[in-house]
């Protein structure tokens, strides 16, 4: 993908990223926010399959790499200022590396209780061996 032909349309921040919620096409729901940058844009959309740069690590990964839990896009859009994207998905197994299909797994109430929705879809420690 030639990221020339969108030059002055997608804005990465100063560092040179941005914000990219990812969004399951079946359920709708949210799976969780990463970030991009211009290689790992480039690689999602050749590839059809997200790729986010890891600012923890500062590296370039695929989701889903050692889990095997991919994320096969289906449609990509950009925000009315092109500061962020939304990119529509379908989940393989979980997107999340607890083990949940959603990173959004905990709601919290008026009073500030924390209920978690859900079940573990795999185990993290049999999956993200150190």
């Known amino acids: 993908m030639n990221i020339k032909k969108l ?8 560092k040179g990223l941005i914000p990219v919620v990812i969004q399951d096409k079946r359920t709708k729901k949210v799976l969780t926010l990463c970030y991009m940058n211009q290689e790992a844009f480039k690689r999602t959309m050749s590839e059809q399959k ?3 740069f890891r600012r923890s690590k500062g590296a370039l990964m ?5 889990s095997g839990c ?5 449609e990509v859009l950009i925000d009315c200022e092109g ?3 939304l990119i529509i998905v379908n989940q393989v197994k979980a997107a999340c590396h607890t083990g949940r299909f959603t990173c959004y797994f905990r709601s919290i ?3 500030g209780r924390v209920k978690v929705l ?3 879809l795999f185990d993290p420690k049999f999956v ?3």
């Open 118 to 120: 859900g079940r573990r």
């Open 83 to 85: 500061n962020s994207l």
């Open 7 to 14: 030059k002055g349309l997608l804005k990465f921040d100063s």
């Open 109 to 111: 109430d008026k009073e």
């Open 50 to 52: 997200v790729w986010v």
């Open 70 to 74: 991919v994320q096969k896009v289906r």
């Open 128 to 130: 993200y061996v150190k």
């Open 62 to 66: 695929m989701k889903g790499a050692t």
